[in-house]
């Protein structure tokens, strides 16, 4: 089945500057992959996801690259702001069985946006 | 809408006792999940419905019954509570013709 690691698993960045978050993948034909964002206490959202056949996306300040050879990809986000403090979680489609995704999620990377 | 909704919130168990975590969604999906969530584990799925009817195994079965009562409810039930089974539980549905799952608030779960 399919197997997603996650680094780092804590970030911490000054406020304004990038962060990046990794996640690779082991299942060659996962398609579809999604990053959650999950506040404190809250549930996780999704935030961004980026299909196989695109190599980069973005939506303001946030993006995402897919590199299909090396079975990576990575959440960007620019411009850091003390709400973009959360734990973020990517995840790799393992199957689809009769329309019901079945996803395999990272470790989650504790991100905080140091003022 | 309310979107997701999971009842209780908060649960505290003693091992080996039972009881049913209760989740609907008011979207229309088809497709809806169990997640449970553990520190430095991330999510991992537990059941799974395609559709009303159906139900089937994901990462983490054992321990664990599902029944999805119509297309609105899917329930989550634990027959013998054990301290492996402290955790945090996320209900998720889908549309097919989306790609995104939306979470409900979660139940904090602790068994003794």
């Known amino acids: 089945g399919e197997n997603v690691e996650q680094h780092p698993s804590t970030l911490s960045v000054q406020e304004g500057d990038s962060a990046v978050i990794k996640c690779t993948y082991s299942?060659?034909?996962?398609?579809?992959f999604p990053w959650y964002k999950q506040e404190l206490g809250k549930r996780p959202q999704l935030i961004i996801d980026?299909?196989?056949?695109?190599g980069e996306k973005k939506d303001q300040r946030i993006a995402v690259t897919l590199n299909k050879t090396a079975k990576h990809f990575s959440l960007h986000i620019t411009e850091t702001q003390p709400e973009d403090s959360a734990v973020y979680f990517c995840?790799?489609?393992?199957?689809?069985?009769?329309?019901?995704?079945?996803?395999?999620f990272g470790q989650g990377t504790r991100l905080t946006i140091n003022p | 809408n309310a979107g997701v909704t999971q009842t209780p919130k908060f649960q505290v168990l003693k091992t080996g006792q039972s009881m049913t975590l209760q989740c609907a969604q008011d979207?229309?999906?088809?497709?809806m999940y169990w997640y449970r969530q553990d520190p430095g584990m991330g999510l991992r799925l537990i059941y799974y419905?395609?559709?009303?009817?159906?139900?089937d195994k994901g990462e983490v079965p054992n321990g664990y019954n599902v029944s999805r009562l119509n297309k609105r409810e899917f329930s989550l039930r634990l027959e013998s509570a054990a301290p492996s089974q402290t955790s945090v539980y996320f209900c998720?549905?889908?549309?097919?013709?989306?790609?995104?799952?939306?979470f409900g608030p979660g139940t904090r779960l602790t068994v003794l």
């Open positions: 998720a549905s889908r549309d097919a013709s989306r790609a995104e799952q939306f």
């Open positions: 299942d060659s034909a996962s398609n579809y």
């Open positions: 980026i299909r196989s056949n695109v």
């Open positions: 995840a790799a489609i393992e199957d689809i069985i009769q329309g019901a995704q079945k996803l395999v």
């Open positions: 979207m229309n999906h088809n497709s």
């Open positions: 419905s395609a559709s009303e009817g159906t139900t």
